[in-house]
T-cell receptor, first 111, second 112 residues
Framework: QKEVEQDPGPLSVPEGAIVSLNCTYS??????FMWYRQYSRKGPELLMY????GNKEDGRFTAQVDKSSKYISLFIRDSQPSDSATYLC???????????FGQGTELSVKP | NAGVTQTPKFQVLKTGQSMTLQCAQD?????MYWYRQDPGMGLRLIYY???????DKGEVPNGYNVSRLNKREFSLRLESAAPSQTSVYFC???????????FGPGTRLTVT
């Protein structure tokens, strides 16, 4: 069993939809949680970063961490075609430690 | 400010050939990483270098070697390429003890 599981999709939604992307993990020691966005044929870039449980909002994006359930989510409100990308969750036990990535979810937002 | 650069962008090798993937960063970062990305597998860490002069194995180091040439450059070498090493390779860098990693554009390698 992988330490971090992520539904690979692909996920296709109409423009303006609310998108929910999720990851589950098995290691309760993970404390730092990230979402990276990767456009086609590009390297990933950090989108959201959270520590421990709770929510963090940045514009149309909300990251949610539930450590009791070992479950993290990324919500995208009012999705746009420019949000079409692969979204990878990542997590680590210690700040600056090795990141463990999920498989990535491919999202397509149709105009 | 170019960030993280990787060469080459594409490469086709025959089984048994060797090659070196080059990576350089201009952000004065201490830590550098090599990942491979395969369909359905996400990003897997091959090797990393926490600081100049140190290197450590990641999750999938077999068949690879690395050199941290200086603070800017971190190379990945395939001594005898195998079809299982067909993948997209990403180099990344970060400030020490920080989780935000900056990725290069990737090298697409095919081994036939």
């Amino acid at each position: 069993q992988k330490e971090v599981e992520q539904d690979p999709g692909p996920l296709s939604v109409p423009e303006g939809a609310i998108v929910s992307l999720n990851c589950t993990y098995s290691n309760s020691a993970f404390q730092y949680f990230m979402w990276y966005r990767q456009y086609s044929r590009k390297g990933p870039e950090l989108l959201m970063y959270t520590y421990s449980s709770g929510n963090k909002e940045d514009g149309r994006f909300t990251a949610q961490v539930d450590k009791s359930s070992k479950y993290i989510s990324l919500f995208i409100r009012d999705s746009q075609p420019s949000d079409s990308a692969t979204y990878l969750c990542a997590m680590t036990r210690n700040q600056g430690g090795k990141l463990i990535f999920g498989q990535g979810t491919e999202l397509s937002v149709k105009p | 400010n170019a960030g993280v650069t990787q060469t080459p962008k594409f490469q086709v090798l025959k089984t048994g050939q060797s090659m070196t993937l080059q990576c350089a960063q201009d952000m004065n970062h201490n830590s550098m990483y090599w990942y491979r990305q395969d369909p359905g597998m996400g990003l897997r860490l091959i090797y990393y270098s926490a600081s100049e002069g140190t290197t450590d194995k990641g999750e999938v180091p077999n068949g690879y070697n690395v050199s941290r040439l200086n603070k800017r450059e971190f190379s990945l070498r395939l001594e005898s390429a195998a079809p299982s090493q067909t993948s997209v390779y990403f180099c990344a860098s970060s400030e020490q003890n920080r989780d935000e990693q900056y990725f290069g554009p990737g090298t697409r390698l095919t081994v036939t």
